[in-house]
C-alpha cells in the first residue's frame, strides 16, 4: 500500500469530501423548510376554520337562547278599560233605571249597556231576583255583583242614586233639553190621568220630569222599548255637566246621602265621566240595549232573561278588555250550593270564583249538614279537571275534593257543594 493511504472498510468512507458533495445536502433542506410552511399554513387555516365554527356556534346559541327568553316573558297588556254601573232607585230602594257604563282612554271609546231593570239575574246568597230588588235586598255591590256575574265582565265601579238625588243633579245644570217622543202621563185614583211631559222636540225638562220620561213605559210598549228614553235623559244630562273636573266632584259630594259610590272617589268618577263624554263627541260611542227576551212568570210585572248569545257577542266586541282573566266562554260556569245554611256563604264563594269563573247561581242545597266540600265536574277531560282543580284551589280545597259525576245537565260546567270543612 502506498504511503499515504488508508485501508477501506470499518465504515469509513473512501469518497474524499468535496465541494460536490455539498450540493444534495442543500436541496433536501430547502424541501424540508417548503414542507414546514405548508402545514404550518395548514395548521393556522385549520385553526381560523375551528375559530369561524366556534364564532357561529356562540351566536346561534346566543339567538336561539334570546327567543326562548323572549317567548317564555311575554309582556302582558294592562287593562285600561274601566266599567261603572250607574243605578237609580225610588221608594224603598226599588231600582227604577240601571245602565253600565265603560270608558277606555287609550283608544278614548266609551260603550254604554243599558240594562232593562226587570231583567232577572242570579244574586249570591239570594237566588233569583229581578234587579229592581237586587239594591233593596243587598245593597249596590250586591247589584254589581249580579251584573258582572250576567254579562261575564269586570264591573270595577257603581254609582247609586236615589230619585231625589238624580233630580237634584239635574236641577244643579239648569235641567236637560231632550226630544220626547210621546206625553208621559201619570195615572191618578179613579182612573185620572195628568200629562207630566208633553211630546215635543227640544224640551227642557227639570229633574222630576226628566227622571219621570227616562222610566216611562208608555201604553202598548215594553221596558225595552222605553230604553232609548232613558239613554236620551243621560246623554243630554251628560252634555250639561260642569267641564271643569273639580266642580264635577263638587256636584256629585253636593248630592250627600242620596248618592253612593262603591269602589270610585268623585273626582275619579268626574274624570271617567269627562271620557265618556268626550268619546261621545269624538263619535267614538256605542251605546246598546242589553240584549234579553220576555218569559213568562204568570204575572202583570214583566220579566226578562238574557240571550246568552247575543250578550256574549256584545261583550267580545264591546267589553273584551273587562273580561276577567283566565275566564273564557263557554265552559267556565259554576254553580254553587250551600251545604251547610250559614247565610251570606255562598256570597262569599262567589266572591272567591268570579275572577276565573262565571258564577251562574248561588242556591242551599236542602237538607243541611254536608260535612264536605267538594267540586263536581261532569267529563274526565283533562281540560274540565283542570278547571276543576283551579276552583278547588281558589277555595282553598285539595285536590281531592274533585269528584267527576256522570249524569248529565247544562245549567253549569262545575257544581261547588259548600260542606263544613269549608273556612271562608
Known amino acids: 500500500m502506498a504511503r499515504g493511504q488508508r485501508r477501506a472498510g470499518r465504515g469509513e468512507s ?6 460536490q458533495n455539498l450540493g444534495p445536502a442543500r436541496r433536501a433542506s430547502r424541501a424540508s423548510i417548503r414542507k414546514r410552511r405548508r402545514k404550518q399554513r395548514r395548521r393556522r387555516t385549520s385553526v381560523l376554520l375551528v375559530i369561524v365554527v366556534v364564532a357561529a356556534v356562540v351566536a346561534a346559541v346566543t339567538l336561539v337562547g334570546s327567543a326562548v327568553t323572549h317567548k317564555k316573558t311575554p309582556v302582558a297588556r294592562e ?14 230602594r226599588v231600582g227604577q233605571a240601571a245602565v253600565l257604563f265603560a270608558y277606555d282612554p287609550v283608544p278614548a271609546r266609551a260603550s254604554v249597556v243599558l240594562v232593562p231593570v226587570h231583567t232577572l239575574a242570579d244574586v249570591a246568597g239570594l237566588g233569583n231576583v229581578v234587579l229592581v230588588n237586587a239594591v233593596r235586598l243587598g245593597g249596590a255591590t250586591v247589584a254589581r255583583e249580579a251584573v258582572s256575574d250576567l254579562m261575564g265582565v269586570t264591573v270595577d265601579h257603581d254609582w247609586t242614586l236615589t230619585s231625589e238625588a238624580f233630580a237634584a243633579l239635574v236641577n244643579g245644570v239648569g235641567g236637560v233639553v231632550v226630544d220626547v217622543d210621546t206625553d208621559v202621563v201619570q195615572t191618578g185614583p179613579r182612573g ?3 200629562i207630566l211631559v208633553r211630546a215635543g222636540a227640544g224640551q227642557r225638562l227639570d229633574g222630576a220630569t226628566a227622571l219621570a220620561y227616562a222610566t216611562y213605559v208608555a201604553r202598548g210598549q215594553d221596558e225595552i222599548a222605553s230604553q232609548a228614553r232613558l239613554q236620551g235623559v243621560l246623554e243630554a244630562l251628560l252634555d250639561a255637566l260642569p267641564d271643569d273636573r273639580a266642580a264635577l266632584a263638587t256636584s256629585i259630594t253636593a248630592l250627600g246621602r242620596g248618592s ?3 269602589g270610585v272617589q268623585p273626582l275619579d268618577l268626574a274624570t271617567f265621566l269627562e271620557g265618556v263624554r268626550s268619546a261621545r263627541a269624538a263619535e267614538r260611542y256605542e251605546p246598546q240595549v242589553l240584549p234579553v227576551t220576555s218569559i213568562d212568570t204568570g204575572s202583570d210585572t214583566p220579566t226578562y232573561s238574557i240571550k246568552i248569545d247575543e250578550v256574549a257577542t256584545l261583550v267580545r266586541s264591546q267589553l273584551a278588555e273587562s273580561i276577567p282573566p283566565g275566564r273564557d266562554v263557554g265552559d267556565n260556569r259554576v254553580l254553587i250550593l250551600n251545604g251547610v245554611g250559614t247565610p251570606g256563604l255562598g256570597a262569599s264563594v262567589a266572591q272567591r270564583l268570579r275572577a ?4 251562574v247561581g248561588t242556591r242551599n242545597k236542602q237538607p243541611f249538614g254536608e260535612k ?3 267540586v263536581v265536574v261532569f267529563d274526565s277531560t283533562d281540560r274540565s279537571l283542570e278547571k276543576a282543580r283551579k276552583a278547588a284551589s281558589l277555595l282553598g280545597l285539595a285536590p281531592a275534593a274533585v269528584r267527576i259525576s256522570t249524569q248529565t245537565q247544562s245549567v253549569a260546567d262545575l257544581i261547588v257543594v259548600i260542606g ?3 273556612k271562608p
Open 14 to 19: 473512501t469518497t474524499p469530501v468535496g465541494p
Open 420 to 422: 263544613a270543612d269549608y
Open 79 to 92: 287593562r285600561t278599560q274601566r266599567t261603572l254601573l250607574f243605578e237609580v232607585t225610588g221608594a224603598a
Open 372 to 374: 264536605v266540600s267538594v
Open 192 to 194: 185620572t190621568a195628568k
Open 356 to 359: 276565573e269563573f262565571r258564577v
Open 260 to 262: 253612593t259610590l262603591g
